[in-house]
């Protein structure tokens, strides 16, 4: 395909067009979702910033996710609220492939940073003595520098793949999204290697962040059961209580689209996706903020500052 041609290549956005009534629900609850979106994890980085009790690894680590949550669904929202209310449902080649590449990078991004976590909260737990000369502040900017850089270059490695195919036909994508595997399957070419690098992909940035998060908190129960006194081994669980369950639900929604069998009912399919696009990220800052202590106090001082 001509470099040359991409301006003139569209995508049509299939999304829930064919149920009407649908989208304009959807495109109020994803509206209010959005904005919480954007109100929660905003607060919780300004928090993060402002205030001193909250300069820690942990926050530190949870103002990069709240960042990267803003980043990865504005990358989509804003245009599939668009699309919920029009009858024209493209988008340019372009804008699919800034989309595709952006979103893939924070998901990418936030499976390693996950795991960053789950070894700040290993090493809070299982060595608290030496906690803050093993989490460093340098270690803590090289731990997420990395996070980043991982996600960007495996996002890099397949939209670069993905731009060099050639496109024919009506390019209609079965989704609200400019998804990576439904925008390679509209190729009229081979697309093994890339189906074979979505898939090693997957696995490297799916699956190892997971093996490593399980390993960590195989070691963080070992030391809590240890522990003598109930109050004790209440208070080192609630420690990493918040990051497992953005865990649970983070890596719950993608197993279970992964490994759910295979159904006709496409509908059904595009609204787990759309809960874990949208109600996840949602979730996250409600998580952290749910009987945090040091966030409650960190936002009554920023309100009585105001």
Not at 31 to 50: D, E
Not at 51 to 59: A, E, F, G, I
Not at 103 to 132: F, H, K, Q
Not at 146 to 165: D, K, P, Q, V, Y
Request: with cysteine; proline share 3%.
């Amino acid at each position: 395909m001509d470099r040359m041609n991409w301006t003139e290549i569209e995508f049509i956005l299939q999304g829930f067009s064919e149920y009407p009534r649908v989208e304009k629900f959807l495109f109020v609850m994803c509206l209010m979702m959005y904005l919480v979106i954007l109100l929660g994890n905003s607060t919780l980085i300004i928090l993060t910033l402002l205030d001193s009790r909250l300069h820690t690894p942990m926050y530190f680590f949870l103002g990069n996710l709240s960042f990267l949550d803003i980043w990865y669904t504005s990358s989509f929202i804003p245009s599939m609220l668009i699309h919920f209310l029009s009858q024209k449902k493209t988008i340019s080649f372009t804008r699919c492939v800034v989309q595709m590449s952006v979103s893939y990078t924070m998901g990418s991004t936030e499976c390693v940073l996950l795991a960053v976590m789950a070894y700040d909260r290993y090493v809070a737990i299982c060595n608290p003595l030496r906690y803050t000369i093993i989490i460093s502040k340098a270690l803590c900017i090289q731990m997420v520098a990395l996070s980043w850089g991982l996600g960007f270059l495996n996002s890099l490695t397949e939209t670069i793949l993905a731009i060099r195919l050639p496109f024919c036909g009506k390019n209609v994508i079965t989704h609200f999204v400019c998804e990576i595997l439904a925008f390679v399957k509209l190729a009229c070419t081979d697309i093994s290697l890339n189906e074979i690098t979505i898939m090693l992909g997957n696995v490297i940035f799916l699956f190892s962040p997971l093996l490593l998060i399980c390993i960590s908190y195989i070691f963080i129960l070992s030391t809590v059961l240890r522990i003598n006194s109930a109050e004790g081994r209440k208070k080192a669980f609630s420690t990493c209580s918040a990051h497992l369950t953005v865990v649970t639900v983070f890596y719950g929604t993608i197993l279970f689209m992964y490994m759910k069998p295979k159904s006709k009912d496409s509908a059904f399919n595009k609204l787990i996706a759309l809960f874990y696009g949208v109600v996840t990220p949602m979730l996250n800052p409600i998580i952290y903020s749910l009987r945090n202590t040091e966030v409650h106090g960190a936002m009554r001082k920023l309100i009585t500052f105001l």
